[in-house]
């Protein structure tokens, strides 16, 4: 078989498109959305390569318009996940001895599916089943999964090229080995390409995957699943399974084989998941790798040198983008006395602008959240702040769910910094904000790093450069991921690795080789070219 030292393309970010009125890739969209919502898609679970079907049928629905169905999909149980795992197993030694550069061409071919013909439907399938305007759509479902592909090969071609120095007559080399049994990827709602990145970057370095999604986003998982069958996954590699978190923890982390797991969502799921693990420990093959990205409570901290225009929009953006469902979604605002009449009147001027509605209205900014559970949890806060004397609804406040669920972008105005919408995590539109006296402002910093469990995004504003470096140094343990003079979302692969630490999980850093360095357990290896023959050192000679 003829070898080689390849070189993977060497990646770049994905442009992302603009869908100006009159361009090509709006009307393809609209075209799209239109075939999706007069469709109802069957969606069974994919278990190694054969599509699994149930009794148990349950339906799809826009959150933005929820008496609209628009696909049901088959829930499994228990014995499904078992079957996932005899997959994955069986399909274990061919995936791992398959040469990299041939899994790296599986990849990539993904990512120029994704990027090409299927990027209308996986944008249309995150719009209608995640309720995301069609620019967080294609900056998640299109551009980001789309890099994540290709920079982890990219990455994976770096990491087999990392080799050990080698002295006279010994030949030291690594190689890196997949884990030794199946990684559990359990995904969330609220990126598509999280959902994507999280099975593929351990299939990547060769390892088989049993992979949950998120309950809310079966519908763009179910493309994800085209794509990656005709960008030629062997079967059993990747194995979706459609059950609920308790139903899935019994056969993955009770079974032997279970090497890691590659999370995103609650902290609280995520303690659970780290405590029912280590009652296992002892059963398990080899030690588990435990990757999470969890929750956040992410700020905002203006110095008195800020720019009230830049603090006003970093605020409207980062807290009200997606609905402010992001794990990086400004949620807490510390504004200095002295410039917060300016930066209050450009938010409430720019929320006066803003429209709210379905996906389908392309000059809608803000849609629905996901599903009632979060509709109500998000009411009950808006409505306690209501009631409460230490808190003033500045903007918002009114919400509905007769049609889809819909909130609208709210701003509360605490006169205590320790108000429970400036600790908790809501994952929602609604950002509290507390005004500190500007000779205040180590008081700010303090408050900013010791009011949240989180330490996941954050971001500061400031013209002075001391005040940045200051604040830079003192803040450096409340954010994993860190922005000076910009909103604290975005973060793009290949530029800003995502990840957080303390209740924020591992900080593992989606989109970079950090994370791909999880999925492998590496063997050194010396061979000796010319063996002693003699057990005796020259220390040992006569005098």
């Given at each position: 078989?003829?070898?080689?030292?390849?070189?993977?393309?060497?990646?770049?970010?994905?442009?992302?498109?603009?869908?100006?009125?009159?361009?090509?890739?709006?009307?393809?969209?609209?075209?799209?959305?239109?075939?999706?919502?007069?469709?109802?898609?069957?969606?069974?679970?994919?278990?190694?390569?054969?599509?699994?079907?149930?009794?148990?049928?349950?339906?799809?629905?826009?959150?933005?318009?929820?008496?609209?169905?628009?696909?049901?999909?088959?829930?499994?149980?228990?014995?499904?996940?078992?079957?996932?795992?005899?997959?994955?197993?069986?399909?274990?030694?061919?995936?791992?001895?398959?040469?990299?550069?041939?899994?790296?061409?599986?990849?990539?071919?993904?990512?120029?599916?994704?990027?090409?013909?299927?990027?209308?439907?996986?944008?249309?399938?995150?719009?209608?089943?995640?309720?995301?305007?069609?620019?967080?759509?294609?900056?998640?479902?299109?551009?980001?999964?789309?890099?994540?592909?290709?920079?982890?090969?990219?990455?994976?071609?770096?990491?087999?090229?990392?080799?050990?120095?080698?002295?006279?007559?010994?030949?030291?080399?690594?190689?890196?080995?997949?884990?030794?049994?199946?990684?559990?990827?359990?995904?969330?709602?609220?990126?598509?390409?999280?959902?994507?990145?999280?099975?593929?970057?351990?299939?990547?370095?060769?390892?088989?995957?049993?992979?949950?999604?998120?309950?809310?986003?079966?519908?763009?998982?179910?493309?994800?699943?085209?794509?990656?069958?005709?960008?030629?996954?062997?079967?059993?590699?990747?194995?979706?399974?459609?059950?609920?978190?308790?139903?899935?923890?019994?056969?993955?982390?009770?079974?032997?084989?279970?090497?890691?797991?590659?999370?995103?969502?609650?902290?609280?799921?995520?303690?659970?998941?780290?405590?029912?693990?280590?009652?296992?420990?002892?059963?398990?093959?080899?030690?588990?790798?435990?990757?999470?990205?969890?929750?956040?409570?992410?700020?905002?901290?203006?110095?008195?040198?800020?720019?009230?225009?830049?603090?006003?929009?970093?605020i409207v953006r980062g807290a009200f983008e997606y609905q402010?469902?992001?794990?990086?979604?400004?949620?807490?605002?510390?504004?200095?006395?002295?410039?917060?009449?300016?930066?209050?009147?450009?938010?409430?001027?720019?929320?006066?602008?803003?429209?709210?509605?379905?996906?389908?209205?392309?000059?809608?900014?803000?849609?629905?959240?996901?599903?009632?559970?979060?509709?109500?949890?998000?009411?009950?806060?808006?409505?306690?702040?209501?009631?409460?004397?230490?808190?003033?609804?500045i903007a918002g406040g009114n919400y509905d769910k007769s049609?889809?669920?819909?909130?609208?972008?709210?701003?509360l105005l605490t006169e205590d910094p320790k108000y429970v919408?400036?600790?908790?995590?809501?994952?929602?539109?609604?950002?509290?904000?507390?005004?500190?006296?500007?000779?205040?402002?180590?008081?700010?910093?303090?408050?900013?790093?010791?009011?949240?469990?989180?330490?996941?995004?954050?971001?500061?504003?400031?013209?002075?450069?001391?005040?940045?470096?200051?604040?830079?140094?003192?803040?450096?343990?409340?954010?994993?991921?860190?922005?000076?003079?910009?909103?604290?979302?975005?973060?793009?692969?290949?530029?800003?690795?995502?990840?957080?630490?303390?209740?924020?999980?591992?900080?593992?850093?989606?989109?970079?080789?950090?994370?791909?360095?999880?999925?492998?357990?590496?063997?050194?290896?010396?061979?000796?070219?010319?063996?002693?023959?003699?057990?005796?050192?020259?220390?040992?000679?006569?005098?």
């Amino acid at each position: 078989m003829a070898k080689g030292f390849f070189n993977v393309p060497v990646p770049s970010n994905e442009p992302i498109l603009d869908y100006a009125p009159g361009s090509k890739e709006r009307a393809e969209l609209k075209e799209m959305l239109n075939l999706l919502r007069s469709q109802v898609w069957d969606i069974p679970m994919f278990i190694g390569g054969e599509e699994v079907r149930t009794e148990d049928k349950r339906s799809i629905r826009p959150p933005h318009d929820h008496q609209h169905i628009i696909a049901h999909y088959h829930h499994g149980d228990e014995g499904h996940v078992e079957l996932a795992i005899k997959a994955a197993m069986n399909a274990k030694e061919d995936w791992e001895n398959l040469s990299w550069e041939h899994r790296a061409s599986i990849f990539l071919k993904a990512a120029d599916l994704i990027a090409g013909p299927y990027r209308a439907k996986i944008n249309a399938a995150t719009m209608l089943g995640q309720s995301k305007n069609i620019f967080q759509a294609e900056i998640d479902s299109a551009c980001e999964i789309v890099d994540f592909l290709r920079f982890n090969v990219y990455y994976m071609s770096q990491i087999y090229a990392q080799q050990p120095e080698s002295s006279k007559g010994i030949w030291n080399r690594v190689e890196q080995r997949p884990l030794e049994g199946f990684v559990f990827a359990l995904t969330p709602f609220n990126f598509t390409a999280i959902a994507g990145n999280l099975p593929t970057a351990p299939a990547l370095m060769g390892n088989v995957v049993v992979w949950k999604p998120s309950r809310t986003q079966i519908y763009s998982a179910h493309v994800l699943v085209e794509v990656f069958r005709a960008a030629g996954v062997p079967d059993g590699v990747i194995n979706l399974v459609l059950v609920d978190g308790p139903t899935v923890a019994g056969p993955v982390f009770g079974s032997p084989d279970f090497s890691g797991i590659h999370f995103t969502g609650s902290t609280g799921v995520f303690h659970g998941i780290w405590e029912t693990i280590g009652k296992n420990i002892a059963n398990y093959k080899t030690y588990p790798r435990i990757v999470g990205e969890t929750g956040g409570k992410d700020f905002v901290l203006a110095h008195s040198s800020a720019d009230p225009k830049e603090v006003a929009t970093g605020i409207v953006r980062g807290a009200f983008e997606y609905q402010g469902q992001k794990c990086s979604a400004a949620s807490r605002a510390y504004i200095p006395d002295i410039i917060w009449e300016d930066v209050k009147t450009y938010i409430l001027e720019d929320l006066g602008n803003i429209k709210m509605g379905g996906v389908e209205d392309f000059t809608n900014f803000v849609n629905a959240v996901i599903d009632e559970r979060s509709f109500d949890k998000l009411a009950k806060y808006i409505d306690d702040a209501r009631e409460s004397p230490l808190v003033e609804i500045i903007a918002g406040g009114n919400y509905d769910k007769s049609k889809g669920y819909f909130i609208e972008p709210t701003v509360l105005l605490t006169e205590d910094p320790k108000y429970v919408t400036m600790c908790e995590e809501l994952f929602g539109p609604i950002i509290t904000i507390y005004v500190y006296k500007a000779e205040n402002y180590d008081d700010a910093i303090y408050m900013v790093d010791n009011t949240s469990e989180y330490a996941l995004t954050g971001a500061i504003f400031a013209k002075d450069r001391y005040v940045i470096e200051y604040t830079t140094k003192g803040l450096k343990n409340a954010a994993g991921n860190f922005y000076i003079n910009d909103k604290p979302t975005g973060a793009v692969v290949g530029q800003q690795p995502f990840g957080g630490a303390r209740a924020s999980g591992t900080n593992d850093k989606a989109g970079s080789m950090i994370n791909l360095l999880r999925w492998v357990s590496p063997r050194t290896i010396k061979e000796n070219f010319l063996p002693p023959k003699d057990y005796r050192y020259p220390f040992m000679g006569d005098e």
